[in-house]
């Protein structure tokens, strides 16, 4: 009967972890193409493009990323990855131009953003934006 116990818990154990990990899985690696990665933003970082940036964010990207980039937006809960928490070093050490890459291609499900927001200074505000998120 003990044995039954133990292993009936440890099934269950193991059918509990794999339920969780196929509703949220971490994001893979995002490689960016060398050129795009390099690429310099030529939006100065000052208020007003932060601003630009913000209500960028609000309409386009909050829902998913959160408010405060922290990846806990009211949608976030029904993607398949998890949103990219901003706030991480490993998010900020990323170029602008690899962002502003992330930004406009897309994957999975980070949709592309070329048409909602076809104008590069704007996602380039965006980007600067994205760069105040610290913890």
Not at 37 to 45: D, G
Not at 103 to 121: L, T, V, Y
Request: overall charge positive; charged content about 25%; glycine content about 6%.
């Amino acid at each position: 009967m003990k044995r039954k116990l133990i292993l009936a818990n440890s099934v269950l154990a193991v059918c509990m972890m794999s339920f969780a990990f196929t509703i949220v899985q971490q994001p893979k690696p995002w490689p960016v193409p060398e050129k795009d990665a390099k690429m310099a933003n030529p939006v100065k970082s000052n208020a007003e493009s932060i601003s630009a940036g913000k209500s960028l964010w609000s309409l386009h990207c909050s829902s998913c990323h959160g408010k405060k980039g922290l990846g806990d937006g009211s949608k976030a809960a029904q993607l398949k990855t998890t949103p990219q928490d901003m706030t991480l070093a490993s998010f900020q050490s990323q170029s602008d131009g690899a962002i502003f890459y992330k930004i406009n291609e897309g994957r999975g499900d980070m949709p592309s953003f070329k048409k909602k927001i076809p104008d590069p200074e704007d996602v380039w505000n965006l980007v600067n934006y994205v760069r105040t998120f610290k913890k």
